[in-house]
């Protein structure tokens, strides 16, 4: 098959009739039907994605590489902001921004065994996990509903001398209050965490200007499952304006280490075996010198290939689920004595992850979602609905020194027990939107 030609003419050959498999077999689009299974969420994709993807594994480097430092960059211009670490997932992401909290270079700031951090119980567990995981105490508080993000009114009540941080989703895509979160934060010497996983391209007017969620905080992660609003199968991102955080944010993703060199380089400092570190012999080499109990985190360079073909696709991504966010509310909205409609907070542009609804007083939440899982449209709950909840808290459940609850968690009750969301993603028509609206009409007059 390759007779006569050098290796560039056959990798052009190779991807050129990958292209063509991908448009033949992958992307037909067939027409909707009614009871066709509407999922929440799906990969949407094409020949970009597939051919980067290939070319990677031609070359097979199977680490990080030329498609990770790419993706990195391309991510911060994207966004507006300075430092991206690709990761291997979303959780990932979060336990590598909380625990670039607890390095000793952060000095007093540095977040210790027994402080504590305001989060909220209606979460996704993977942004709880690890402040419980690195020793630290969670501050539960309530949510608001129709934002279904953390209540600010209750920032100050949940505030002790042991606070350090404030570690919080944007829940479906819904920016929370980040003026009063960033002040409160400000105000009280306090780290902020931006969990960004569900919401990437949302915006929140601040400081004179729209600025994207996960960038007005100190630190914040994406996740790239193929759910969400990207995807690189799996893999996340922590970005950060901070350079020192980026710094350790690096050294924890790649084992703790202390060189900077990438993957496959030596000695770009021109210090490899002059140097004294710890109590390590002098001119120990610095490859292997570790400033910090790390992990590995890393992504493969396959994984940003599909990711740097995806960014390239994001804006209109996120246009399109606006559209269809849109869509369902507007079809939706003369049931608001049945159910809560969900509601943006107010100076935010929502990139959003999911269309919530919480049924009012007298509507089963169950009987609802049962009929329409029946005709043929997946729902979600609000991830944990009360991660106090859960299993995972019998062992320390009313322990309060592994966590705390600032009054009552009634509303985050009330999303648990009458909270569902369908899907907005990109892949779906106005025919599939109009058909979900159809069903949860349905599903709300019987």
Known sequence: MFEGMNEKQAREYILSAVGEYCDTYHNVQKPFSEGQRINYAARVYDRDEMINLSDSALKFWLTSGEYTDGFEKSFCGLFGVKHCAFVNSGSSANLLAFAALTSPLLGERAVKKGDEVITVAAAFPTTVAPIIQLGAVPVFIDITVPQYNLDVSRLEAALSERTKAVFAAHTLGNPFNLEAVRDFCDAHGLWLVEDNCDALGSRYFIDGGYKYTGTVGDIGTSSFYPPHHMTTGEGGAVYTNNPLLSKII?????????????????????????????????????????????????????????????????????????????????????????????????????????????????????????????????????????????????????????????????????????????????????????????????????
């Open 250 to 446: 690096r050294s924890m993703r790649d084992w703790g280490r202390d060189c900077v060199c990438p993957s496959g380089c030596d000695n770009l400092c021109g210090h490899r075996f002059d140097r004294q570190y710890g109590e390590l012999p002098l001119g120990y080499d610095h490859k292997y010198v570790y400033s910090h109990f790390g992990f590995n985190l890393k992504a493969t360079d396959m994984q940003a290939a599909v990711g740097c073909a995806q960014l390239g696709k994001i804006m209109g991504f996120i246009e399109k689920r606006k559209h269809n966010f849109s869509v369902l509310y507007d079809g939706l909205k003369d049931f608001s004595d049945k159910i809560i409609m969900p509601e943006p907070c107010k100076n935010s542009d929502p990139s959003w992850f999911g269309f919530l609804i919480t049924c009012r007083e007298g509507i089963d939440r169950n009987a609802v979602v049962r009929y329409l899982e029946e005709k043929g449209v997946q729902t979600r709950m609000l991830f944990a609905g009360n991660i106090l909840r859960h299993p995972c808290f019998d062992a320390i459940r009313g322990d309060k020194s592994a966590y705390r609850v600032v009054g009552g968690l009634e509303n985050t009750d009330t999303v648990m027990n009458s909270s569902f969301w369908i899907g907005v993603y990109p892949g779906m028509t106005d025919e599939m939107t109009g058909y979900m609206i159809k069903c949860i009409k349905e599903a709300l007059k019987d």
